[in-house]
């Protein structure tokens, strides 16, 4: 395991263009729900998370909470830090870094929301909660790498709480609420079975990678791996004005976000792509105008462009096709261009 | 504490789900209609719907501070403590509240829902004492269940039970208690996952089908509103809250007419008549429509119900109950599933000559079918015309067929053992290792936190005398701590042994085997069974899927498998036992079924002894490994001769034998029919 410190940057990764925009889109627009990244081993997918991490702006929590609260912000809090400043107390702060918090694919439910403290019930007679992965993953990136092993209940809970932002644990008596605000990135290979349509759907954005083919591609990734591992500080820094670049981007997209218009005729676009390319339900309609702000203020603009449409349209769609039983995922790239020339 | 106050989006502002919204309306008037179920795509609004609802039901009266939401004008429903206040001469405290809505997750525990122990209650203060669970909230209220098709199965009779009696009768953890439960069942589900069991699809009072809009300036209105709200949600509320309460004032108002509205009785013969022709089994549906018809008329604020009321009505209440008509006169040979595919021509014209010369029928109405791309089937009625006369395909050429329709696949299972397992899926009961699932029994045995509280406070009890309690009224150490051994359905590890022999050519029978074979696929995608695929033809057997969950993988697979050449029917047998051998060090707990798909026709062996008695041999092998539990399905077809080497070989390996067409579920009901263009609504159009 390499110290925290130590993380290739995102700046150098090479190609991986959808994935690398679905991740920083869903870096400055949480409400995106996530990521699913679809593709084979070795394809750079949880090199990317990490250095996502690393790449965002630490940020600032209140030192001995468990879930990473925000001190200044009271609307956010958990119970416990909001009543310790109603109290007058002064919270305790430090700065850190985003958190990438793994969920192996053996968790179970009790791992994932949190327990109740049984020995200390059982004794005194109190009920006590024992956090779980979601109250770790505030604020943070909640990574599931082989998502579509996990027992189903569990990716239910999963998606529950980052669509809502919120846990909420009901069980043997217990009932508790935490805030639970991250990202999702889940990743699986479609050939160890598929998740359910119902799942999938509520990823906000999904993504197929395959291996590079461009030999020139392969050999500056080989390069640059190569180089990182026998100097990883010297690496690190010489990449630091371009992480910075990115950086401040980000930054300036968030902050800009609420000021994105929409205009009419983006939306009729949107709906016109929903209706022709066939695909069920809304969720697919709203992702794609979530996105696509996103995308202009990623780029820096206030305004959505067509473009910013054609840009997320493919993360947007590829699990929401309607598909026969077992037909593979795909969208139909020709059927796409002609939508959109209409 | 605090509690994040989520916002709802208001019931008003849903867009071009009039029909859902209609239905939730007349449960919120009439809560004697018995729910709603709502099927239908994802994405749909469903559960932002049923959430909206809530806001908008008219306010109770309850008992105060009781935890069953008593009425307290209604005596005879009184829970037990509150029956014991009167008794005392105290006067019950009398408060208004909303309809509760509860969310029953389909991850809840047995406890969550019937309610426990109050183990709290019991250390402090040494007395047992009831906690009510989610069936107590939901007196009086609404039970919402999400993709209520995925509830497991205990859960359901638990619900089932309950609905049924309106009481919820606690038997469990030492605790005997009674309390009143009367609820609304409101379900959604996706039809992909799986059908619902027919005793609770009955429950519902009435069923929608749902699907998205597709008017482009609709889907913008919708986009909008969500955008707005999301962006701004108490601003969006207030916009809406002139609309929301005229919807609620519309519902008190056609609560106070419904009991004036008059049913005039040529209509109650035309609902009598309705159910009859869609041959809906008992009389729920009669009694259910009069009370839909009725509320509907209420909100219309009229007090006489017209036939357009009815009709409406019709439309909500029989979709999910219309049966099948009874079975066709015994000469026609097939049931229209099994209708076979024509082969696909081009590629193999001279293996068919039967299928060429057959005069073309018409084709079928092809009812309740998505798949509209998969040619029409051809009703074949002479069968012994084409028996084993028609000729195979040549040897050492090999072809391959279509995938024949898909049906529904009877109930597979295997016995129960003693092994916990861990995982999800819906096909055989197990042991589990994980939290879900039913309470069985306790186990001194601590694991998974899962802490038995009414056998650890037993095993407590006896020390309690020499016990430092420490203010508790019990005092509990570490050796008393018993947990939960919990049982649940999962899913197994299904191996295909697919004889794709020339054999099978003959008749088509490749065609409808994989039908089969894509029946139970679907089957093994419902109950989230691993599979794995090897298929035996010429000389050698061959693995071409192994052990997987991905049940597209196998569907592709079994679209491109050729058919053609001899039978090496042991060494089939022989590779698949490989495999579940080496799965075995993998996974000691695997539960596998092998099923062998084939007519039993071996005609080539791997060593000296002749291929039939070596098939014989290696099943006896495969038999006398208790772990591996077997299937045979024989697709030998009644014809002039028949040989039946597959039943022979099914009683060598010891295992259950299926025919083909034994294979299917569906001979009485087909569940829920798709409304449009079928089942309930073109009969009900030709009637009124």
Same mark, same amino acid.
């Given at each position: 395991?390499?110290?925290?410190?130590?993380?290739?940057?995102?700046?150098?990764?090479?190609?991986?263009?959808?994935?690398?925009?679905?991740?920083?889109?869903?870096?400055?627009?949480?409400?995106?729900?996530?990521?699913?990244?679809?593709?084979?081993?070795?394809?750079?997918?949880?090199?990317?998370?990490?250095?996502?991490?690393?790449?965002?702006?630490?940020?600032?929590?209140?030192?001995?909470?468990?879930?990473?609260?925000?001190?200044?912000?009271?609307?956010?809090?958990?119970?416990?830090? !909001? %009543?310790?400043?109603?109290?007058?107390?002064?919270?305790?702060?430090?700065?850190?870094?985003?958190?990438?918090?793994?969920?192996?694919?053996?968790?179970?439910?009790? !791992?994932?929301?949190?327990?109740?403290?049984?020995?200390?019930?059982?004794?005194?007679?109190?009920? %006590?909660?024992?956090?779980?992965?979601?109250?770790?993953?505030?604020?943070?990136?909640?990574?599931?790498?082989?998502?579509?092993?996990?027992?189903? %209940?569990?990716?239910?809970?999963?998606?529950?709480?980052?669509?809502?932002?919120?846990?909420?644990?009901?069980?043997?008596?217990?009932?508790?609420?935490?805030?639970?605000?991250?990202?999702?990135?889940?990743?699986?290979?479609?050939?160890?079975?598929?998740?359910?349509?119902?799942?999938?759907?509520?990823?906000?954005?999904?993504?197929?990678?395959?291996?590079?083919?461009?030999?020139?591609?392969?050999?500056?990734?080989?390069?640059?791996?190569?180089?990182?591992?026998?100097?990883?500080?010297?690496?690190?820094?010489?990449?630091?004005?371009?992480?910075?670049?990115?950086?401040?981007?980000?930054?300036?997209?968030?902050?800009?976000?609420?000021?994105?218009?929409?205009?009419?005729?983006?939306?009729?676009?949107?709906?016109?792509?929903?209706?022709?390319?066939?695909?069920?339900?809304?969720?697919?309609? /709203?992702?794609?105008?979530?996105?696509? !702000?996103?995308?202009?203020?990623?780029?820096?603009?206030?305004?959505?462009?067509?473009?910013?449409?054609?840009?997320?349209?493919?993360?947007?769609?590829?699990?929401?096709?309607?598909?026969? *039983?077992?037909?593979?995922?795909?969208?139909?790239?020709?059927?796409?261009?002609?939508?959109?020339?209409? | 504490?605090?509690?994040?106050?989520?916002?709802?989006?208001?019931?008003?502002?849903?867009?071009?789900?009039?029909?859902?919204?209609?239905?939730?309306?007349?449960?919120?008037?009439?809560?004697?209609?018995?729910?709603?179920?709502?099927?239908?795509?994802?994405?749909?609004?469903?559960?932002?719907?049923?959430?909206?609802?809530?806001?908008?039901?008219?306010?109770?009266?309850?008992?105060?501070?009781?935890?069953?939401?008593?009425?307290?004008?209604?005596?005879? !429903?009184?829970?037990?403590?509150?029956?014991?206040?009167?008794?005392?001469?105290?006067?019950?405290?009398?408060?208004?509240?909303?309809?509760?809505?509860?969310?029953?997750?389909?991850? =809840?525990?047995?406890?969550?829902?019937?309610?426990?122990?109050?183990?709290?209650?019991?250390?402090?203060?040494?007395?047992?004492?009831?906690?009510?669970?989610?069936?107590?909230?939901?007196?009086?209220?609404?039970?919402?269940?999400?993709?209520?098709?995925?509830?497991? @199965?205990?859960?359901?009779?638990? /619900?089932?039970?309950?609905?049924?009696?309106?009481?919820?009768?606690?038997?469990?953890?030492?605790?005997?208690?009674?309390?009143?439960?009367?609820?609304?069942?409101?379900?959604?589900?996706?039809?992909?996952?799986?059908?619902?069991?027919?005793? /609770?699809?009955?429950?519902?009072?009435?069923?929608?089908?749902?699907?998205?809009?597709?008017?482009?300036?609709?889907?913008?209105?919708?986009?909008?509103?969500?955008?707005?709200?999301?962006? @701004?949600?108490?601003?969006?509320?207030?916009?809406?809250?002139?609309?929301?309460?005229?919807?609620?004032?519309?519902?008190?108002?056609?609560?106070?007419? /419904? $009991?004036?509205?008059?049913?005039?009785?040529?209509?109650? #013969?035309?609902?009598?008549?309705?159910?009859?022709?869609?041959?809906?089994?008992?009389?729920?549906?009669?009694?259910?429509?009069?009370?839909?018809?009725?509320?509907?008329?209420?909100?219309?604020?009229?007090?006489?119900?017209?036939?357009?009321?009815?009709?409406?009505?019709?439309?909500?209440?029989?979709?999910?109950?219309?049966?099948?008509?009874?079975?066709?006169?015994?000469?026609?040979?097939?049931?229209?599933?099994?209708?076979?595919?024509?082969?696909?021509?081009?590629?193999?014209?001279?293996?068919?000559?039967?299928?060429?010369? #057959?005069?073309?029928?018409?084709?079928?109405?092809?009812?309740?079918?998505?798949?509209?791309?998969?040619? %029409?089937?051809?009703?074949?009625?002479?069968?012994?015309?084409?028996?084993?006369?028609? $000729?195979?395909?040549?040897?050492?050429?090999?072809?391959?067929?279509?995938?024949?329709?898909?049906?529904?696949?009877?109930?597979?299972?295997?016995?129960?053992?003693?092994?916990?397992?861990?995982?999800?899926?819906?096909?055989?009961?197990?042991?589990?290792?994980?939290?879900?699932?039913?309470?069985?029994?306790?186990?001194?045995?601590?694991?998974?936190?899962?802490?038995?509280?009414?056998?650890?406070?037993?095993?407590?009890?006896?020390?309690?005398?020499?016990?430092?309690?420490?203010?508790?009224?019990?005092?509990?150490?570490?050796?008393?701590?018993?947990?939960?051994?919990?049982?649940?359905?999962?899913?197994?590890?299904?191996?295909?042994?697919?004889?794709?022999?020339?054999?099978?050519?003959?008749?088509?029978?490749?065609?409808?085997?994989?039908?089969?074979?894509?029946?139970?696929?679907?089957?093994?995608?419902?109950?989230?069974?691993?599979?794995?695929?090897?298929?035996?033809?010429?000389?050698?057997?061959?693995?071409?899927?192994?052990?997987?969950?991905?049940?597209?993988?196998?569907?592709?697979?079994?679209?491109?498998?050729?058919?053609?050449?001899?039978?090496?029917?042991?060494?089939?047998?022989?590779?698949?036992?490989?495999?579940?051998?080496?799965?075995?060090?993998?996974?000691?707990?695997?539960?596998?079924?092998?099923?062998?798909?084939?007519?039993?026709?071996?005609?080539?062996?791997?060593?000296?002894?002749? *291929?039939?008695?070596?098939?014989?041999?290696?099943?006896?092998?495969?038999?006398?490994?208790?772990?591996?539990?077997?299937?045979?399905?024989?697709?030998?077809?009644?014809?002039?001769?028949?040989?039946?080497?597959?039943?022979?070989? =099914?009683?060598?390996?010891?295992?259950?034998?299926?025919?083909?067409?034994?294979?299917?579920?569906?001979?009485?009901?087909?569940?829920?029919?798709?409304?449009?263009?079928?089942?309930?609504?073109?009969?009900?159009?030709?009637?009124?």
């Amino acid at each position: 395991m390499q110290p925290e410190t130590i993380i290739y940057p995102f700046a150098a990764l090479v190609g991986q263009e959808e994935m690398k925009k679905g991740l920083l889109l869903n870096a400055v627009n949480p409400k995106l729900s996530g990521i699913l990244i679809r593709g084979e081993k070795g394809t750079a997918k949880s090199t990317a998370v990490r250095a996502l991490a690393a790449l965002l702006p630490e940020i600032e929590v209140v030192a001995d909470c468990p879930f990473s609260c925000d001190p200044a912000d009271i609307t956010t809090m958990c119970s416990s830090c !909001r %009543h310790r400043l109603e109290a007058g107390e002064e919270l305790p702060r430090t700065r850190r870094r985003m958190r990438v918090v793994d969920l192996p694919v053996s968790a179970t439910e009790d !791992r994932v929301v949190g327990t109740l403290d049984i020995e200390r019930a059982i004794k005194k007679g109190e009920k %006590h909660f024992e956090p779980g992965v979601l109250a770790q993953a505030n604020r943070g990136i909640l990574y599931v790498d082989e998502v579509n092993l996990l027992d189903d %209940h569990v990716v239910d809970v999963l998606l529950d709480s980052a669509a809502m932002g919120v846990n909420t644990v009901e069980r043997e008596g217990v009932s508790f609420t935490h805030p639970a605000n991250f990202i999702l990135v889940g990743t699986m290979n479609p050939e160890e079975g598929e998740l359910r349509p119902q799942l999938l759907d509520r990823f906000g954005l999904c993504v197929n990678i395959t291996g590079i083919l461009d030999p020139g591609e392969r050999v500056e990734i080989i390069k640059r791996r190569v180089a990182f591992e026998e100097d990883p500080e010297g690496f690190i820094a010489r990449w630091e004005g371009e992480q910075e670049k990115l950086r401040r981007q980000i930054l300036t997209a968030i902050e800009i976000l609420p000021q994105v218009e929409m205009p009419e005729e983006i939306l009729y676009l949107i709906a016109k792509i929903a209706i022709e390319m066939g695909v069920d339900g809304h969720r697919a309609d /709203l992702v794609m105008m979530k996105a696509a !702000r996103t995308m202009a203020a990623l780029d820096g603009r206030t305004e959505v462009i067509p473009g910013d449409v054609y840009a997320i349209v493919n993360l947007a769609l590829l699990h929401r096709m309607r598909r026969q *039983p077992f037909q593979e995922m795909h969208v139909d790239q020709a059927k796409l261009r002609e939508v959109l020339a209409q | 504490m605090l509690t994040y106050k989520r916002f709802i989006y208001p019931f008003t502002a849903i867009i071009g789900q009039e029909k859902m919204q209609k239905g939730l309306i007349l449960n919120a008037i009439n809560p004697r209609l018995g729910g709603i179920l709502i099927r239908g795509e994802k994405g749909t609004a469903k559960s932002t719907a049923v959430r909206a609802l809530a806001a908008l039901l008219p306010e109770i009266e309850v008992v105060a501070g009781c935890p069953y939401n008593c009425d307290p004008e209604d005596y005879n !429903r009184l829970c037990l403590n509150c029956r014991e206040k009167l008794g005392r001469g105290e006067r019950l405290p009398r408060a208004r509240r909303r309809v509760p809505v509860i969310d029953l997750p389909i991850s =809840a525990t047995e406890d969550r829902l019937v309610g426990s122990l109050d183990f709290e209650y019991a250390i402090k203060h040494g007395r047992p004492r009831f906690e009510p669970g989610i069936l107590a909230r939901a007196n009086r209220g609404i039970i919402y269940v999400d993709e209520v098709n995925l509830l497991d @199965d205990h859960l359901v009779d638990v /619900l089932l039970d309950a609905a049924a009696m309106g009481v919820n009768i606690v038997e469990r953890e030492g605790i005997s208690y009674t309390h009143p439960a009367e609820f609304i069942l409101v379900g959604t589900m996706n039809p992909e996952e799986g059908e619902l069991r027919p005793q /609770l699809l009955d429950r519902f009072g009435l069923c929608v089908q749902i699907e998205g809009v597709h008017d482009p300036g609709q889907r913008v209105e919708i986009i909008k509103r969500r955008g707005a709200f999301e962006a @701004d949600p108490l601003r969006f509320l207030t916009q809406w809250a002139g609309e929301e309460e005229r919807l609620r004032e519309k519902i008190l108002t056609a609560r106070q007419i /419904l $009991p004036r509205v008059t049913i005039r009785e040529e209509l109650l #013969a035309l609902i009598a008549r309705l159910c009859v022709e869609t041959c809906t089994a008992g009389h729920r549906a009669d009694i259910i429509m009069t009370v839909t018809a009725r509320t509907i008329a209420a909100l219309a604020g009229r007090e006489e119900v017209t036939e357009a009321d009815v009709q409406e009505a019709a439309e909500l209440v029989l979709p999910h109950r219309v049966r099948e008509a009874p079975a066709p006169p015994p000469e026609q040979s097939q049931p229209p599933e099994t209708r076979e595919e024509p082969p696909q021509q081009e590629e193999n014209p001279e293996s068919t000559p039967e299928q060429a010369e #057959a005069p073309p029928e018409q084709p079928r109405e092809n009812d309740g079918q998505e798949s509209g791309e998969e040619p %029409h089937g051809e009703e074949h009625k002479g069968e012994p015309e084409e028996g084993e006369n028609s $000729p195979a395909p040549p040897q050492g050429q090999d072809v391959v067929f279509a995938v024949g329709q898909p049906f529904a696949v009877r109930r597979i299972t295997h016995g129960r053992d003693r092994i916990l397992r861990k995982g999800s899926g819906r096909r055989s009961r197990t042991r589990t290792a994980t939290r879900a699932g039913r309470y069985v029994r306790a186990t001194a045995w601590l694991q998974n936190n899962d802490l038995a509280f009414d056998a650890t406070l037993r095993a407590a009890a006896p020390h309690q005398v020499y016990r430092e309690k420490n203010g508790m009224a019990i005092a509990i150490e570490k050796e008393d701590f018993r947990s939960k051994v919990r049982e649940k359905r999962i899913g197994n590890f299904l191996l295909f042994v697919v004889d794709a022999s020339g054999s099978m050519g003959a008749q088509q029978r490749m065609v409808e085997t994989k039908g089969a074979i894509l029946s139970l696929l679907l089957d093994a995608y419902q109950k989230r069974d691993k599979i794995g695929l090897v298929a035996f033809k010429g000389k050698t057997a061959e693995v071409l899927l192994p052990p997987t969950n991905s049940v597209e993988m196998g569907y592709k697979l079994l679209q491109e498998l050729p058919t053609g050449g001899r039978t090496p029917l042991a060494a089939g047998l022989l590779k698949a036992y490989d495999i579940i051998k080496t799965h075995f060090y993998k996974d000691p707990n695997l539960d596998p079924l092998l099923i062998l798909i084939s007519d039993g026709r071996a005609n080539v062996s791997i060593g000296e002894d002749k *291929p039939l008695l070596e098939a014989r041999r290696v099943a006896e092998i495969i038999h006398n490994d208790a772990r591996i539990k077997t299937l045979v399905v024989d697709v030998e077809k009644d014809g002039l001769v028949t040989f039946g080497l597959a039943r022979e070989l =099914a009683a060598a390996l010891g295992a259950e034998y299926y025919r083909i067409d034994e294979l299917k579920a569906g001979t009485l009901v087909q569940v829920v029919r798709e409304m449009q263009g079928s089942g309930a609504v073109a009969k009900l159009k030709e009637i009124c």
